[in-house]
């Protein structure tokens, strides 16, 4: 169990599943730096947060920029939208609406509907945040995709919620060890908005040219020693 003063932001275990480094650079290091992908997303997340707060559609509920926390895994954030769908069986109370609800989170992303594992563990850490707050069990949510303007559900099954238990143990492993990993560029790199920052490709240029020189420099001390 956390304390109050020990949590994370959920969105870490989304950098973290993304890059190491990324969650090290923003967490560890505050570097923070909008490409396109981050401006559009941050449009996408204000035009979620400027709606109004909630509203009731049918037998759904919505609520707008809902404050989330877990003590057992340590995390703080907000969930940009959680539905609460009514049932006649299994759900929670709700204060001012009669009758048993599910909650169902849903989370803002720019780009084209595809499946990200880094996504997916963010959804599944909200979803988990509400359960500890709100009690019950929940077993879908859903991640909305701005390009394409449709939702992918997400099943909170058990191997993502162990993933999601996993990342949030290694958040708080990482930030504690104030250790940034060297940075490895990959094809992932290209879509980072950190890339200008974490120059991925110079720092292997530099590890490259300093091995070669540490290479060089014990070869010159072998020949010298069998001179
Ligand atoms: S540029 Fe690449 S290595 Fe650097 S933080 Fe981003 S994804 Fe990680």
């Known amino acids: 169990m956390y304390n109050e003063d020990d949590l994370v932001p ?60 877990s003590l057992v895994l340590g995390l703080v954030g907000k969930a940009d939208m959680v539905e609460f769908h009514k049932t006649a069986t299994v759900g929670v ?26 996504f997916a563990i963010q959804l599944c850490a909200q979803a988990i945040c509400l359960e500890e707050m709100l009690g019950g069990n929940i077993s879908t949510g859903a991640i909305f995709y701005g390009k394409t303007m449709r939702r ?5 099954d058990d191997a993502l919620r162990q993933r999601t238990e996993d990342a949030a143990r290694k958040v708080h492993e990482l930030i504690d060890s104030g250790i940034t990993p060297k940075a490895e560029y990959s094809k992932k790199c290209k879509q980072c908005s950190l890339l200008n920052l974490c120059m991925p490709k110079v720092s292997k240029k530099a590890s490259n040219y300093l091995m070669n020189v540490v290479d060089s420099a014990s070869e010159a001390k072998e020949e010298a020693k069998n001179d």
Do not use: Q
């Open 10 to 69: 959920i969105s870490a275990l989304a950098d973290f599943t993304f890059c190491e480094r990324r969650a090290a650079l923003h967490f560890i290091e505050c570097v923070w730096e909008d490409n396109v992908c981050t401006a559009e997303g941050t449009i996408l997340h204000e035009r979620v947060d400027d709606a109004s707060f909630s509203e009731t559609r049918g037998s759904v509920r919505i609520v707008r920029s809902v404050w989330l926390r």
């Open 152 to 156: 992918m559900d997400v099943a909170f």
């Open 93 to 118: 109370k709700l204060e001012g609406a009669s009758g048993l609800w599910v909650p169902f989170p849903v989370e803002y992303k720019r780009g084209y509907l595809r499946h990200e594992l880094s």
